[in-house]
Each structure stands twice: as structure tokens, then as C-alpha cells.
């Protein structure tokens, strides 16, 4: 991580990229701040100004426009907080924010604008946490952040030990990008660790585009199966990006190579400077048409919506 690019000039110059010659105009000093690892990088092509991965992580100009509907916490996240780093949406499931960093800055996250400062765990979740985790109603923790897997393995372990500890736990969840943005954190310890754990676990990528994927991450992938993980995706629909059938039918096909099942793909959530990525609905709905009739049932991903206060996330097709 250490070795990620922060610089916009130095990820430029790698690409081969001229900023003068740029089609769109970038920010040098945006809030939420340029991340991306070399590994990420480097799946990237040289001198091509829209590529799908390098789009997902260049701060633009346009972000700063104030777009109507577009908000600082548009999924509700912080009326569900039901203690610090701990929120609860929906039943039987409580979410922890484990960590505020992560190893890539993804331009559309919904979280951007989030109030990590107050919002995130202990090193050791404090009694009081405990308390909240244990109740009959909770049987299933989902470690999210930002990006759990940026967390040591002594914290993970420490961590993963005060979870099995709870009666009424039946499932853990992970939802990480790590193991497509830095495939060597699939460490053997982690493998052990998760092997280990006494409940069945979910691990959730995060990936958007097939070039995301290269033999350095099936490799990971495949480490990461010894684990007896599930293995699940969740992309968000991008302008620019994914929005078309093709990718999105290779996306699903190169992943199931690799050992994922297609879980969701999201209609993006409406979080201030996110705006140029939305895809219409209507666009939406028809790439899942047509993905319907393209792939068996078992590679079609669930396209949703998520609102602020819903039970669940929603279908697309449902409104
Ligand atoms: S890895 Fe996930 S939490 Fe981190 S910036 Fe990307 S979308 Fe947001």
C-alpha cells in the first residue's frame, strides 16, 4: 500500500498520459484524495485517457458540481448507526466499520463523504459493542469500512476472536476489494485465519470491470478458496465504464473462471460527486434484459437500488 499512487502527475506520467491533452479537466487537490495501487495500475492501458479502471479512480473537476438529488450520505448510513461503528439496516444483519482506509479511493464510493472519525471500531470492540452484537436478532456481521482486509492480521485475529465469541453468530461476511487491488494481502495467515473461524464465511468482492481481472488475482483467488470462503461480487452500474452487456456478461463469466458468483450489480447511489457515473434507470433495466437472455440464471446478478430507510435493497424492475 505503501507504493500506491497519491500523485496525479506520478499516475499520469505512469500511464504515459499528457494532461494537456486530456478530454476532461482533473482536480489536483480533491477532498477525498487520489489512491491507487501499483498492482491496479498496471492493469491499466497505457495512453488511453478512458480507461475503464483508471476512470474509477481519477479525481475530475466535475465532482465538485453541486448536483440536485445528490447528497453527502445518500444510503441513510448514519440515521442506522446504532453505536459508534456499528450500523444496522436490516434484520438479523449488523454492519461494523472496521476501518476507515482502504488501498483504493473509488471516485463513486458511497461512503466519500463519510464520518469515519466517529464512526469506526476500537482496536477491541469495546464492551458496550458487544452488548449491542449480542442479541438473538443479530445472526450474521458483516465487516465492511472501508476495507477490513487492510487491517493486520493480529487486529483480524483479534477481532474475528471477539466475533466467536457471540452465541447467536450463524454467518460472517466480508466485503473487500483487497484481493483484486492488492492480490498479495491473500496471505497464507489470512487463508489460516478465516479457514479457522468456526462459522461459514462470505467474502463480497467489490469489481466492476473484467480487466480488473489477471492471473495475479485469480492466484489470489484461488488461495483464498482454501479458505472455504463463498465468494460473491457486488459492481456498480458506471457511466463510462461498465455500462454496456458485453462487459458486464464478461465480467460475470471471467469471475465464475475465477471461483465468484454474480450477486449485485448496483444502480449507483446518489452521493454528492458521483453524479457523471449515473446510468438511467431505463439503461439499466435493459442491460439486464438482455443479460437475462444471454447468461444461465445462476451468472445473472441481481440488479438493485438501495434507499435510505428501506427493509432491503430493492429491485430495479420493482418501481
Ligand atoms: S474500496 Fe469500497 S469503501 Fe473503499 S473507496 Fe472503494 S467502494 Fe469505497
Known sequence: MALSFSRLSKLLEWLDLDRSELPYACDDS???????????????????????????????????????????????????????????????????????ACAIHCRYCFRRHFPYQQQHLDQQLSDQTMEKLNVPDISEIILSGGDPLTLNDQRLTQLLSQ??????????????????????????????????????????????????????????????????????NQAV???????????LKALCEKGFDMGILPYYVHQL????GSAHFQVSRERALEIEEQLRKQLPGYLLPRFVTEIAGEESKMPLGMF
Do not use: C
Request: no cysteine; hydrophobic share 40%; net charge positive.
Open 30 to 100: 480533491p477532498s477525498f484524495p487520489l489512491r491507487v495501487t501499483r498492482d491496479f495500475a498496471s492493469r491499466m492501458h497505457r495512453r488511453d485517457a478512458y480507461d475503464p479502471l483508471l476512470l474509477q479512480v481519477l479525481p475530475l473537476l466535475q465532482e465538485s458540481a453541486v448536483v440536485d438529488g445528490y447528497s453527502q450520505d445518500p444510503v441513510g448510513d448514519m440515521n442506522a448507526s446504532v453505536s459508534q461503528g456499528v450500523l444496522q439496516k436490516y434484520n438479523g444483519r449488523a454492519l461494523l466499520i472496521t476501518t476507515p
Open 163 to 232: 466475533l466467536k465469541q457471540l452465541p447467536h453468530l450463524k454467518r460472517l461476511r466480508i466485503h473487500t476489494r483487497m484481493p483484486v487491488i492488492l492480490p498479495s494481502r491473500v496471505t497464507p495467515e489470512l487463508v489460516e485465519m478465516l479457514r479457522n473461524f468456526p462459522l461459514p464465511v462470505t467474502t463480497v468482492l467489490h469489481i466492476n470491470h473484467p480487466n480488473e481481472l489477471d492471473k495475479s488475482v485469480a492466484t489470489a483467488l484461488h488461495q483464498l478458496r482454501h479458505s472455504n470462503t463463498h465468494m460473491l
Open 237 to 247: 452500474l458506471l457511466k463510462g465504464i461498465n455500462d454496456k452487456t458485453e462487459i
Open 269 to 272: 447511489d446518489k452521493v454528492h
